[in-house]
Every structure is written in C-alpha cells, then in structure tokens.
C-alpha cells in the first residue's frame, strides 16, 4: 500500500469544511425560498377587487377635450360630458368654466363677464339644469 501523504489531513479538513460551507448555502437558500413563497401571491391569486390597485392608466392630453374662456381652460375626460359641454352657448360655457376651474363665486363671474350676479346665478342655474338632462339622455340605460 501507498504512503499517507502528509498534508491528508489538512485536504480532509478542507473537505469538510467545503462541504459544511455548501450545506449552509443550501439551507440559507431554502429558508429564503420558503420566506419568498410566503410572502409572494402569484397573479392567478389574486382577487380582482385588487387588480385596480396593481394597475394604473394613462392620461394624454389628445384624450380629453379642452374648453377655454377668458384666458382659463377646463379639460374635460369623458365624451359624453364633453358633447353635452359642447351644446351649451358661449356664455353658459364661460359661466361653467369660471365656476368649476377657478372656483369663482356669481359675484366675481359676474364682473368678468359684465352681468349681474343674479344673472349669472340664473344661467348658470339653467346650464346646469340642462347639462344634467342632456346627460341624462346620453347615457346608456342602468348607468
């Protein structure tokens, strides 16, 4: 038989310590593996009350319609609204937009558009008034 050479020893020790480093990896890997497995809900699983939260929509100004006056725009999304905007006079329009995007009160319109501020609250009024009835035309039965 051959000679035991003499650093054996020392190559049984590498080995061994080889091996521990390997199975320590191996068990860090499959611990963080069963962490991920817990922590993680593949997409199938998820419920579709919850698939709004995971998504979101773009918004590109060609998407809406724009309606200005006095220098003052209002962007409007949705084109049923925007059709029945649309259908309103001039004024009424310059009412509404003063009203909803500046936050403007019938006495302040009224000095912008040269009215009285009952004037303005009766067209305004009447806009109204006829933007939800044509709305109300529009739109498809049960919504």
Not at 42 to 61: F, G, I, M, N, R
Not at 110 to 121: C, K, W, Y
Request: hydrophobic share 40%; aromatic share 6%.
């Amino acid at each position: 038989m051959g000679s035991i050479p003499r650093d054996y020893d020392q190559q049984c020790q590498f080995d061994a310590f080889c091996k521990s480093v390997l199975r320590n990896e191996a068990r860090n890997f499959q611990r963080s593996m069963r962490r991920q497995r817990r922590r993680v809900t593949p997409l199938e699983a998820v419920p579709l009350t919850k698939w709004d939260k995971l998504s979101t929509l773009d918004s590109y100004p060609s998407d809406s319609f724009v309606f200005s006056s006095h220098g003052y725009s209002m962007c409007i999304d949705n084109e049923l609204v925007a059709a029945a905007f649309a259908g309103l006079s001039a004024t009424e329009q310059s009412i509404l937009i003063l009203r909803c995007a500046l936050d403007m009160t019938d006495a302040e319109i009224g000095t912008h558009l040269e009215m009285s501020r009952s004037a303005v609250q009766r067209r305004r009024t009447k806009a109204l008034t006829g933007l939800r009835a044509k709305l109300v035309a529009l739109m498809p039965k049960g919504g």
